[in-house]
T-cell receptor, first 114, second 115 residues
């Protein structure tokens, strides 16, 4: 299956710990997007990356959150010093270069901060 | 301003009936793509159907069709012959070609199919 792979599927962290969420895009896709979804809500855009570049991070909180998409390896969404409000489902999607192609989603990582 | 508007927070439909989920969008780009995704209770996001702004015909994928009315900026999803397994959240999304590639999502519509 060459789909978008996210891991872990579930992640439990204590307040103050770091959370690292990984996303491997579909083969041939160079655009990666991270979204956050709170219960009963839609997907809120966080950050858009291409290889080695952050293109748009307008949806990312200014503190504690960072993202990267290195030349080799998966994209990483990193949350430092997690708080209870960070508990959510985090989705990664990838797409090709053309706008008339769909973005494919991973299965999400459900982060629970205890 | 909202780029994607889904005005129906919840919809109910009888099994085997058809249902239309509304979506309106806002863009000044000429080139854009419209998408629908399904999110069942298990949580994954499943791509359903795509409509390009230059496509002259409405998109269809099995029981899903997209009623694209460009002048009204609407892209409603029609599900024919509803099945119990269609119960899920449905999200409309858009990618704008001349703006950015970022898919922008509506707030979603919860569909419940009754037996």
């Amino acid at each position: 299956n060459a789909g978008v792979m996210q891991n872990p599927r579930h992640l439990v962290r204590r307040r103050g710990q770091e959370a690292r969420l990984r996303c491997s895009p579909m083969k041939g896709h160079s655009h990666v997007y991270w979204y956050r979804q709170l219960p009963e809500e839609g997907l809120k855009f966080m950050v858009y990356l291409q290889k080695e570049n952050i293109i748009d991070e307008s949806g990312m909180p200014k503190e504690r959150f960072s993202a990267e998409f290195p030349k080799e390896g998966p994209s990483i969404l990193r949350i430092q010093q997690v708080v209870r409000g960070d508990s959510a489902a985090y989705f990664c999607a990838s797409s090709g270069d053309r706008v008339n192609t769909e973005a494919f989603f991973g299965q999400g990582t459900r982060l629970t901060v205890v | 301003a909202q780029k994607i508007t889904q005005t129906q927070p919840g919809m109910f439909v009888q099994e085997k009936e058809a249902v239309t989920l509304d979506c309106t969008y806002d863009t000044s780009d000429q080139s854009y793509g419209l998408f629908w995704y399904k999110q069942p209770s298990s949580g994954e996001m499943i791509f359903l159907i795509y409509q390009g702004s230059y496509d002259e015909q409405n998109a269809t994928e099995g029981r899903y069709s997209l009623n694209f009315q460009k002048a009204r900026k609407s892209a409603n999803l029609v599900i024919s012959a509803s099945q119990l397994g269609d119960s899920a959240m449905y999200f409309c999304a858009m990618r704008e070609g001349e703006g950015s590639y970022i898919p922008t999502f509506g707030r979603g519509t919860s569909l419940i199919v009754h037996p």
